[in-house]
């Protein structure tokens, strides 16, 4: 039974820092895809960023690119999202996905599963 429980959520000012981490179970963690999913109040799910098996690739969104990075730790069966300079519109509840395979462009539907999510309100 795959798992993700994510953690790491809260409430920073504008320009703040947050690191989501997610530790998932039930599945060979070092042979999939993990990404982050966010959903903000009123909004349609959307894909964040994604990372290969083997840490060595990764895939953000416009809005992502420059201000978060996403990691992971094989050996923890960790993936992490490190999000530098926050804004009122990064608010949301963001949500670890796993996916099989790698390809160019990500969207949601590409994910198999995916966590409970955490929220992260961002203040102005």
């Known amino acids: 039974q795959v798992q993700l429980v994510e953690s790491g959520g809260g409430t920073v000012q504008t320009g703040g820092s947050l690191t989501l981490s997610c530790v998932a179970s039930?599945?060979?963690?070092?042979?999939?895809?993990l990404g982050w999913i966010r959903q903000a109040p009123g909004k349609e799910r959307e894909v964040v960023a994604t990372i290969a098996w083997s840490g060595k690739s990764t895939y953000y969104e416009d809005f992502a690119r420059g201000r978060f990075a996403i990691s992971r730790d094989n050996a923890k069966n960790t993936v992490y999202l490190q999000m530098n300079d926050l804004k009122p519109e990064d608010t949301a509840v963001y949500y670890c996905?796993?996916?099989?395979?790698?390809?160019?462009?990500?969207?949601?539907?590409?994910?198999?599963?995916r966590g409970q999510g955490t929220q992260v309100t961002v203040s102005s």
């Open positions: 039930g599945f060979t963690f070092s042979t999939y895809t």
């Open positions: 996905a796993v996916a099989a395979g790698w390809g160019g462009r990500w969207t949601t539907s590409d994910f198999q599963a």
